[in-house]
């Protein structure tokens, strides 16, 4: 049974940065696409990034793009997502997938396993 568990979320002021993790449990990561997602109460979960099974490709939401860095270590079974210049609409919980293939996505169907999340709050 793979287990995703997020990290590294809290309350940050507008400007400031979070460094989020996702530590994988029951199976490596190694050979498998990763993404970061986000939802806030009352909407649809939003893409923000994903990366593939080496690191070599990323994909950023546009809302994101500049401001996000998503990397992984195979070796520690993590993946992280660095977010700068934070906004009060980066507000939301954050979710780490995995996919079963080794290719990103950006459809949130497309992922195998899901985290339970984590809480960033950004203040104005």
């Known amino acids: 049974q793979v287990q995703l568990v997020e990290s590294g979320g809290g309350l940050v002021q507008a400007g400031g940065s979070l460094r989020l993790s996702c530590a994988a449990s029951?199976?490596?990561?190694?050979?498998?696409?990763m993404g970061w997602f986000r939802q806030t109460p009352g909407k649809e979960r939003e893409f923000v990034a994903a990366i593939n099974w080496m690191g070599s490709s990323t994909y950023y939401a546009d809302s994101v793009k500049g401001r996000a860095t998503i990397s992984r270590d195979n070796a520690k079974s993590t993946l992280y997502l660095q977010m700068n210049s934070l906004k009060p609409e980066d507000t939301a919980v954050y979710y780490c997938a995995s996919r079963d293939v080794s290719y990103y996505s950006t459809r949130g169907r497309e992922y195998a396993y899901w985290g339970q999340g984590t809480q960033v709050t950004v203040s104005s």
């Open positions: 029951g199976r490596t990561l190694s050979g498998y696409a």
